[in-house]
């Protein structure tokens, strides 16, 4: 059995942990089948030769939470962090051709409901009728998030690739890293497993050249509830 205390205390030091065999094949067939059944003609998709994606993915397709929180995931939130919900998600599915890559940077917004012009808020963006905005250091400090494999995920088919302890060096710009002194590590995760990271942790992706297919759950927690003028624009209980 896995003690998840010590992915806790790794994930607070390093900025992410694995943990693999989370989901059985059985339950990610069921997720994937569900994924697979949906029109992809709705406005929250995004499509092209590099990349599919889901946006507001739990908001959008709630259905998909009794099967994507099973007992153990659910455990694992709860040893992370006590009454969290979900603020953010996002299904990404890298083809297996894909040319797509992210370079180096720290996840730096938060989505929310409306804009609300707030002291230690901003800068603000909008896109696809959410608008993001940068918040202080301490809720981004809050948030963790956890990223669901469907499949075998390397450093050849975009496994993310990150900076350990970044997060802990607040806002890090990619221009400042200190390469002679950071260590690199590749975040790789089998299918059914998941990676936990923190926002402030620097990642980036490489481009895929395997040809093997990555499809990842992206979905983003807290504990805190924002200034009394925002909301959390995905705002969810986990067993509701």
Not at 158 to 181: C, F, Q, T
């Amino acid at each position: 059995m896995n003690n998840f205390l010590e992915n806790k205390a790794e994930l607070q030091k390093r900025g992410f942990t694995t943990i693999n065999s989370v989901y059985s094949q059985e339950e990610i067939a069921s997720i994937v089948k569900f994924i697979d059944e949906q029109d992809t003609n709705s406005p929250i998709f995004r499509k092209s030769e590099n990349l599919f994606a889901i946006r507001q993915f739990i908001k959008e397709l709630p259905q998909i939470k009794s099967l994507i929180f099973n007992k153990q995931l659910k455990s694992i939130i709860n040893t992370i962090e006590e009454n969290a919900f979900i603020v953010k998600s996002i299904y990404f599915d890298k083809p297996e051709n894909s040319n797509w890559f992210v370079a180096y940077h720290q996840d730096l917004t938060i989505s929310v409901e409306k804009k609300e012009n707030m002291e230690g808020f901003g800068p603000w963006t909008s896109k696809h009728n959410q608008f993001a905005v940068q918040p202080p250091i301490e809720i981004l400090e809050n948030i963790f998030t956890i990223r669901i494999h469907l499949d075998d995920t390397d450093e050849n088919n975009g496994a993310l690739k990150v900076i350990d302890g970044s997060h802990l060096k607040n806002i890090y710009r990619p221009e400042k890293i200190d390469w002679i002194n950071e260590k690199e590590s590749f975040c790789n995760v089998e299918a059914g497993g998941i990676m936990l990271m923190k926002p402030l942790l620097l990642h980036s992706s490489n481009r895929t050249s395997n040809q093997k297919r990555r499809r990842v759950i992206h979905i983003e927690f807290s504990n805190k509830a924002l200034p009394s003028l925002l909301k959390w624009s995905e705002y969810a209980q986990i067993n509701n």
